[in-house]
Every structure is written in C-alpha cells, then in structure tokens.
C-alpha cells in the first residue's frame, strides 16, 4: 500500500511536470511501482491528442526515454502559424527534416525545399523544381524549327509561319537551304543555272518562284528534286508569272518535287 502511494504521487509528479500542452505530452510513464486506474487514464487521456496531433506545437518535441526523439516522430511545428510545418525526426542525422508545409488560413500545400517532384530534363530548363524552383520550356525558335534542331519544344506560332522572302535570285546559282525555311519565296531577276539545294528528310514545304517584270527567267533543277515521270519542267516565263514548288524530303539528298504553274 506504501509503494502503491509513493508511485501514485511519483506519477501525479510526473503529470504535473509534463508540458503544459496536451499535443507534447510526454510518452513515458515511470517505471517504479505501480499506478492508480484512474492516473493511468489521466496519462492515456494525455498520450492519444500528443500522438493524434503529430507532437503539435511551437517547441521540439523532446518526449520519449532520455528525453530524445523518437526515430522517425513526426511534429507538427506551429511556430510560425498559420503556416505548420511537418517534420520527422532523422535518427542518422539527429535533426528534423522537415517534409512540407500547410497555410491553415489559405490551405495551400507547399512541399519542403528538401522534396524534389519533377526534375528537368531534355526540352525543359532549370533544373529540379522544389518549392521555390520553376521548370520552363526549352522552346524552339522559327531557325530551330526550320534546321531540325534536337532537344527544343516545338510550337505552334513556328509551326504555322510565313513565307520566308529570299530576296532577288540574280544569275548563276541560287542557295536553297530548307534549314531555313518551310515555305519561301524568290523574285527570278537573272537565269539560275544551278541551285545549291540543302534538304531535311521528313520535311515538306513551298518555294514560291516569282518572275520579274522582264519574264523569261529560266531554272536548272538541283538532282535531289524527282519529278513525276522523270522529267523536270519548266518555269512559266510569262512577266510577273507565279509558279510554285512543292517539295516533300525522303532524305537530305532526295526529294520528291511538282511544280504549280502561272498560279493566279
């Protein structure tokens, strides 16, 4: 009956010594004689909101044997309220690691600069998003678009573009480098005798070849260009005539190719 007292009073000593905060209370009971029904539900009654509100409150939770952590406890860290902050207790580090964030005015969920959700990669820029980081879109410009370039996002304001203008063709050669363009347009002031061709295999497009007041501009088609039949045509040499090559590549060097003729 004596020890019975004596610990009864040890465990009410301990209940009084305990935080005042029913979210930290501590979870252990002493471990000398033996304890009232009525103490150990008083304990219990503590115990359940401590673990139910994850540690709750504005100090480390200090409350297991030795007065250390628990390997793995959680705490929910009010001390900059309205923002809690949720942690668990590292045991390898002895420190708080802390796992996101909750505004308990707003409800926003912000992941802890810690937590890594999408690392960025090819067609993406900067690096791992955290709670401060950003992702944005490696996107394509009109020449990335135009060359083939790898590792770039691909949009619609450079898919659906104009016609690139390539100025007056002159006489003697005419550089067509379809890494520069889809669809172009040549203003034929002198007789081609060849063209320098540069093709992208996959890629389709129209180069409109337009005569000048004068007419009667002449072309010699490049070999990578096939025509329906074999046979090249010929441009329309009326002054100020429109024709249009429509160009679809197999690969860099062939090219399946038609001609639209005085397109008015």
């Known amino acids: 009956m004596i020890l019975t ?7 009410a000593l301990a209940l009084m010594a305990a ?10 009971t002493p471990e000398v004689g033996s304890a009232t029904m009525a103490n150990l539900r008083t304990f219990l009654n503590n115990v359940m909101p401590t673990l139910a509100g994850c540690f709750s409150g504005n100090a480390v939770p200090a409350v297991a044997a030795g007065n250390v952590p628990v390997a793995y406890q959680c705490w929910a860290d009010t001390s900059a309220a ?3 902050k949720f942690k668990i207790y590292n045991p390898t580090l002895s420190s708080w690691v802390q796992i996101y964030s909750v505004n308990t005015t707003t409800g926003v969920m912000t992941p ?3 937590v890594t959700q999408i690392v960025c990669g090819t067609g993406l820029t900067g690096g791992g998003i955290t709670s401060t980081g950003t992702c944005a879109i ?11 370039a790898s590792n770039k996002v691909v949009t619609t304001d450079v898919v659906y573009t104009a016609e690139v ?16 363009f889809v669809n172009a347009a040549v203003i034929m002031t002198g007789n081609i ?22 007419g009667n501009r002449t072309i010699v088609w490049p070999s990578a260009l096939k025509w329906t039949g074999g046979s090249a045509p010929a441009l329309s040499t009326a ?19 038609s001609l639209a003729k005085n397109v008015q």
């Open 5 to 11: 007292r004596i610990f009864a009073g040890a465990l």
């Open 112 to 114: 802890s600069n810690s």
């Open 193 to 214: 005798s060849g063209v320098a061709w540069t093709g992208i295999a996959g890629k389709s497009g129209t180069i409109r070849l337009a005569q000048d007041a004068t």
């Open 239 to 257: 002054a100020l005539a429109q024709d249009y090559l429509n160009y679809n590549c197999i690969s860099a060097t062939l090219c399946q190719a």
């Open 138 to 148: 490696d996107k394509a410009t009109a020449a990335n678009y135009y060359a083939g």
């Open 82 to 84: 309205p923002v809690v």
């Open 165 to 180: 203008a390539l100025g007056n063709s002159g006489s003697g050669a005419l550089v067509l480098d379809t890494t520069a």
């Open 19 to 28: 935080p005042a905060r029913a979210d930290q209370f501590t979870l252990v």
